[in-house]
């Protein structure tokens, strides 16, 4: 079955330390995005990629990055600029269609990550 | 700029039928989404809607007024696996075409 795939399911932060969330498609989606989540606020989006080796930063950027070597793989690193990381994270990914395509984004199981 | 409302929190019965509202403002509106999100869970796709109107799919609904700049999702026969948290999103044309979530309605379906 195709879908997205993100790990791990909990992560979790030492000060000072940089950690990485894996996100995997195999629905061949042309675009894939990030989401922090927190409790009461909807969905931010920190970077999105609609092609390979290409991504743009969301409205929350700072403190992450992104690459897209490969289609199905966008992995997001939490950095240690990123102060206030604990959150839910999601990856999404959506066919690029017409302009009025009516291709939803289709949604990861997140990750959950936390500091100790 | 972009901003969507919803209502934070609703409550419904069992069997009911519950309409939860969703108002946006966009310089650039290309298509409305509803997802629902179960707690700690991915959101899942409910229904789109781009032209003015009710769109059905079974137990759910969803209507789009674009000059009024409003939304809302119908749900009927309310069952419990109904609690959950219920996004607006809206596409915008002037945002790389990427998607503006509203911050959900959380749902709890009382017995």
């Known amino acids: 079955d195709g879908g997205i795939t993100q790990s791990p399911k909990y992560l979790f932060r030492k000060e000072g330390q940089n950690v990485t969330l894996s996100c995997e498609q195999n629905l061949n989606h042309d675009a894939m995005y990030w989401y922090r989540q927190d409790p009461g606020q909807g969905l931010r989006l920190i970077y999105y990629?609609?092609?390979?080796?290409?991504?743009q930063k969301g409205d929350i950027a700072e403190g992450y990055s992104v690459s897209r070597e490969k289609k199905e793989s966008f992995p997001l690193t939490v950095t240690s600029a990123q102060k206030n990381p604990t959150a839910f994270y999601l990856c999404?990914?959506?066919?690029?269609?017409?302009?009025?395509?009516?291709?939803?984004?289709?949604f990861g199981d997140g990750t959950r990550l936390s500091i100790l | 700029g972009q901003n969507i409302d919803q209502p934070t929190e609703m409550t419904a019965t069992e069997g009911a039928i519950v309409q939860i509202n969703c108002t946006y403002q966009t310089s650039g509106f290309n298509g409305l989404f509803w997802y629902q999100q179960h707690a700690g869970e991915a959101p899942t796709f409910l229904s789109y809607?781009?032209?003015?109107g009710l769109e059905e799919k079974g137990r759910f609904s969803s209507f789009l007024s674009r000059s009024k700049g409003y939304s809302y999702l119908l749900l009927k026969e309310l069952q419990m696996k109904d609690s959950a948290s219920y996004l607006c999103a809206v596409r915008e044309i002037n945002y790389g075409q990427n998607f503006v979530f509203g911050p959900g309605t959380r749902l709890s379906v009382l017995p």
């Open positions: 809607n781009v032209l003015d």
């Open positions: 990629s609609q092609i390979v080796n290409d991504f």
């Open positions: 999404a990914s959506r066919v690029l269609g017409g302009t009025y395509s009516n291709q939803p984004q289709h």
